[in-house]
């Protein structure tokens, strides 16, 4: 039975909500939201690390004279430290490109958890909300882009420089904020305009939300569950607030942080 819930608002809301995302991920019907995308990633960067060390390896048979064998134990712990690194600092990124196609369905799944219908199980679904959702996203990267441009600018400016940092900061936690909110909602046929509207009505909690997305986004390994768990928690933001149809609705699963 869904029923309205008394709620606490603040900035401080948007890591509770964070906070319940990962929490909710543990149940045996959402983790495969995590490992499917995660066992890819791992196994195209086997690939991509088998593949790198075979060429490397070829290269040198190719390009190194038999006078310069003894550079070879050099090179390789070189290639492997630059290797690392790479992998080190694009594994988060390449995995959320992975995970994205996910987080709508992902979505749709706590929804339904929490009794409330989406897009497509009310005869609103098909090529038109699929185009639809398409040219949300491109609206909402036309949008950032449009925001940042400005930004790098300031960046520059000497004396605003000064600033820029914590308007960067503020513009990250909008756009990561902004961007999360939309998967729930673009599950309900909720496209950019309205998002927007509604981001900034309750801007101190979207400013909140997106804060504790980038905090959890700096920490190693822990990062890579950031984003599907801001998307359940923003999914349960929005459903208890009234924000999705059905709502608002009570989240009455017990946690086990």
């Known amino acids: ?56 390896s070829a290269a040198l048979d190719w390009l190194m004279p038999t006078w310069l064998e003894w550079l070879r134990w050099l090179l390789w712990p070189l290639f492997a430290i630059v290797l690392a690194g790479v992998a080190f600092f694009s594994f988060t990124v390449v995995a959320n490109l992975i995970a994205s196609p996910f987080y709508g369905p992902l979505a749709e799944k706590v929804q339904r958890q929490l009794g409330l219908s989406v897009a497509g199980e009310e005869g609103e679904g098909g090529i038109a909300a699929i185009v639809a959702d398409i040219a949300s996203g491109f609206r909402r990267l036309a949008y950032f882009a449009l925001r940042a441009l400005p930004l790098l600018l300031i960046s520059f400016i000497p004396g605003l420089n000064l600033v820029a940092p914590f308007l960067w900061l503020l513009f990250g936690a909008w756009s990561l904020s902004f961007e999360y909110m ?17 981001a900034w009505s309750n801007r101190m909690e979207t400013f909140g939300f997106g804060i504790a997305i980038l905090l959890g986004l700096g920490l190693p390994v822990i990062n890579i569950l950031i984003p599907p768990a801001a998307v359940v928690g923003a999914t349960l933001y929005l459903a208890e607030r009234g924000r999705l149809k059905g709502g608002p609705v009570s989240d009455n699963t017990p946690s086990k942080l």
Do not use: K
């Open 182 to 198: 939309a998967y729930p909602l673009e599950a309900q046929g909720i496209r950019f305009q309205q998002q927007r509207e509604l």
């Open 1 to 56: 039975m869904n029923t309205p819930v008394q709620l606490i608002t603040g900035p401080f809301t948007g890591a509770a909500c964070l906070l319940r995302g990962l929490d909710r991920l543990r149940q045996p019907d959402l983790r495969h939201f995590v490992w499917i995308p995660l066992l890819i990633n791992l196994g195209l960067y086997g690939i991509g690390v088998w593949s790198g060390m075979h060429y490397f």
